[in-house]
């Protein structure tokens, strides 16, 4: 038996049925918002990926004819490609997510987000981006959400949460924001002419509303929601960053990323790659993982300049364009 949870929001009717399709999936959520409805499922590989050095994370979207009423006819009957907007919505559901499963995870994940009706004044590419966080939340996936995002229009002079299409149209401001329970993670934003305080109130407004929506899936997380399951880590080991930080001090790390010629930037963190290859050329094991253990000490390096020291590598202020 399917449970089914409902809020209101933007003056539509947010429904999640949790069970009732895809059982086989780690997890999944119909999402119906007005009289759009989407299928969102969360898929996980059961062992890690040999031999790479990222998290494979796969975003789908696919628009179907039959979800506006339509159906290919003529000589072409099948549906083609992915289009550009399905492409581009499966980017904006990837980028604030990406950041919150664990760096060190390298199981296969699919998010597959699954177009059934649409309705013009309830974005579909909205309730996706829903639907890939709450069945994400569902799973046994490892994942630090929920997250929600909000679309925030502005019509004669007036912020419109959520705008149909039609509203779109006439809208001086299409703005969409992602947010965790503690702060905003991904701004898409395209305005007419627009003050910078109109901008940030939006901006508030939308976060605000996300709470909202996150507030509404933990209790359904809550009740639903799996255990998450245990993985092998591929982190780098903490002791290989300190014996490394012995052999290149992290101002010397400084000083060679803080450049604005990236040709000078690779050649300075060339030479200090050659000095810990040279240190630890007797331990076969740090070796197997040293490129990407330096990787990594520059990027954190750089990280800590723009975040603690407010600086960038080019030598620009945070607040400098």
């Known amino acids: 038996m399917y449970k089914s ?10 429904t999640v049925d949790v069970d009732r399709v895809c059982a086989q999936s780690n997890g999944a959520a119909l999402m119906h918002y007005g009289d759009t409805t989407v299928l969102s499922t969360c898929t996980a590989s059961a062992k890690p990926r040999d031999g790479i050095d990222f998290f494979p994370l796969s975003v789908e979207y696919e628009e179907k004819m039959y979800s506006v009423g339509k159906f290919p006819g003529g000589f072409k009957k099948r549906e083609g490609r992915a289009s550009d907007n399905a492409i581009l919505t499966a980017r904006v559901i990837d980028r604030p997510m990406r950041p919150l499963f664990p760096k060190d995870y390298r199981n296969d994940v699919l998010l597959n987000n699954l177009v059934l009706s649409v309705d013009q004044d309830a974005s579909p590419e909205l309730l996706a981006m829903l639907g890939s966080s709450l069945s994400t939340c569902l799973s046994d996936v490892p994942f630090d959400g929920p997250c929600a995002t909000t679309q925030i229009g502005m019509v004669g002079g007036e912020f419109v949460v959520n705008p149909g299409n039609g ?89 060679a990323v803080f450049t604005d010629d ?43 300049m723009i975040l603690k020291d407010h600086k960038r590598p080019d030598g620009r202020a945070i607040d400098e364009i």
């Open 262 to 304: 990236k040709a000078e930037r690779d050649a300075n963190v060339s030479l200090l790659s050659e000095r810990l290859v040279e240190a630890f050329q007797d331990d076969e094991e740090a070796l197997a993982i040293l490129p990407d253990a330096i990787y990594q000490y520059e990027k954190k390096t750089v990280r800590k």
């Open 167 to 255: 509203e779109k149209a006439v809208s001086d401001l299409l703005l969409t924001v992602a947010s965790t329970k503690e702060k905003v993670i991904m701004i898409e934003a395209g305005a007419n002419e627009l003050p910078e305080d109109k901008m940030i109130e939006a901006i508030y407004l939308a976060h605000d509303v996300n709470q909202q929506i996150i507030g509404f899936f933990e209790s359904i997380i809550e009740e639903c929601g799996k255990e998450k399951h245990s993985y092998v880590s591929s982190a780098i080991p903490e002791e290989l960053f300190a014996k490394m930080k012995e052999v290149v001090k992290p101002e010397e790390m400084e000083k």
């Open 5 to 14: 949870y409902s809020m209101e929001l933007a003056g539509r009717t947010l």
